[in-house]
């Protein structure tokens, strides 16, 4: 079936350690999203990339980090200096040439413990 | 700067009656599009319904619709004829312009359907 997949689905990590974020889409779609979510409030742009080798800030990019080395695959890793880490994360994708709806993976919950 | 406003943070309706969930928003760009999410409990970003600031027509997609109301900067969502399933939250968004289509999310809204 065509989606987009997110693992782990839960993740606990220890404080100083960096954990990173899978994010697959077999939608062949160019440009892809990850979302932060705190309890209880709306979604912030972490970073997004529109091709392939090319990625951009949101506005919350700091202590993460990501890669585009493949159109299908855009990982997250959240760093020792991401200060509040825990929360759910949301991986999205969008085909550029096929309007403007961002599609959401099932997102993963990451606790620091 | 963009700014989605959700003022409603918690809704009941009951079961097959509609229900219209508030949102505004503050943009300084000219095209720009508005949608709407539903999040249920497992965490998952459902995509609803889309409207551009162009189109002349309220979008609809099932028992969802839009009321756009420009100059009033509102995007409203109307369910009709609730269902038990329609309880969860419900995220406003706004693209920013044309680049990268990035969304700016509104805080949302809990809807709790009631049998």
């Known amino acids: 079936d065509g989606g987009i997949t997110q693992s782990p689905k839960y993740l606990f990590r220890k404080e100083g350690q960096n954990v990173t974020l899978s994010c697959e889409q077999n939608l062949n779609h160019d440009a892809m999203y990850w979302y932060r979510q705190d309890p209880g409030q709306g979604l912030r742009l972490i970073y997004y990339?529109?091709?392939?080798?090319?990625?951009q800030k949101g506005d919350i990019a700091e202590g993460y980090s990501v890669s585009r080395e493949k159109k299908e695959s855009f990982p997250l890793t959240v760093t020792s200096a991401q200060k509040n880490p825990t929360a759910f994360y949301l991986c999205?994708?969008?085909?550029?040439?096929?309007?403007?709806?961002?599609?959401f993976g099932e997102g993963s919950w990451l606790t620091v413990v | 700067a963009q700014k989605i406003t959700q003022t409603q943070p918690g809704m009941f309706v009951q079961e097959k009656e509609a229900v219209t969930l508030d949102c505004t928003y503050d943009?300084?760009?000219?095209?720009?599009?508005l949608f709407w999410y539903k999040q249920p409990s497992s965490g998952e970003m459902i995509f609803l319904i889309y409207?551009?600031?162009?189109?002349?027509q309220n979008a609809t997609e099932g028992r969802y619709s839009l009321n756009f109301q420009k100059a009033r900067k509102s995007a409203n969502l109307v369910i009709s004829a609730s269902q038990l399933g329609d309880s969860a939250m419900y995220f406003c968004?706004?693209?920013?312009?044309?680049?990268?289509?990035?969304?700016?999310f509104g805080g949302g809204t809990r809807l709790m359907v009631k049998p």
């Open positions: 409207q551009g600031s162009y189109d002349e």
């Open positions: 943009t300084s760009d000219q095209s720009y599009g």
């Open positions: 999205a994708s969008r085909k550029v040439s096929a309007g403007n709806t961002i599609y």
């Open positions: 990339s529109q091709i392939v080798n090319d990625f």
């Open positions: 968004a706004m693209r920013r312009g044309n680049a990268g289509n990035m969304l700016t």
